[in-house]
């Protein structure tokens, strides 16, 4: 059982617009920044967003972070093939003291 | 370029103990916090330990508290993760990655070393 909760599948046509939810409580996600990972099939995770909303360099614009209370959402438009992966948000919790993620999200591109 | 390569995995029984490494590359070395993030096979990802940039200062999950040790030689930019009196569930890939300590963010990951538990 994951601190933080996702959903376990989302799935939407190339091109089109796909939300991923993270669901937390005011010791993790309500008092602290979240990062959004991607772990495409066989590979390590990347980091995709951090501090809620913000982008590495080299990740493109197609992604996107927010965060409202405590929950955070990831979206990614315009959707291609190779963006089928799984993703992962995670945060610290103060309650824990560690590093808390969700159970990951399998995005599907049909 | 970030490089974070890790070795050391492998079959290992119930009970034994074996150390992990990750030679770092690409970035400096000593002036990062670094963690071990490990995904058991099938599912998600799961944090176990944190030492800061100096080594003066460690974190671990409740899990591996008292059973796994995280350190570092500076001077080698290597990270390292002593398990002992290993567990089934300690089966997993183990990932090292940079971290933001206390603020849950990995910014950059190895390609990961699986290890095994099993008789």
Known sequence: QSVLTQPPSVSAA???KVTISCSGSSSNIGNNYVSWYQQLPGTAPKLLIYENNKRPSGIPDRFSGSKSGTS???????LQTGDEADYYCGTWDSSLSAAVFGGGTKLTVL | EVQLVESGGGLIQPGGSLRLSCVASGFNFSSNAM?????APGRGLEWVSDISSGGGSTYYADSVKGRLTISRDNSKNTLY???????????????????????????????????????
């Open chain 2, 35 to 39: 963690s071990w993030v490990r995904q």
């Open chain 2, 81 to 119: 993760l002593q398990m002992h009196s290993l567990r089934a569930e300690d089966t997993a890939v183990y990932y090292c990655a940079t971290v933001r300590s206390r603020a849950g963010r990995f910014d950059y990951w190895g390609q990961g070393t699986l290890v095994p538990v099993s008789s």
């Open chain 1, 14 to 16: 190339p091109g089109q």
């Open chain 1, 72 to 78: 955070a959402t990831l979206g990614i438009t315009g």
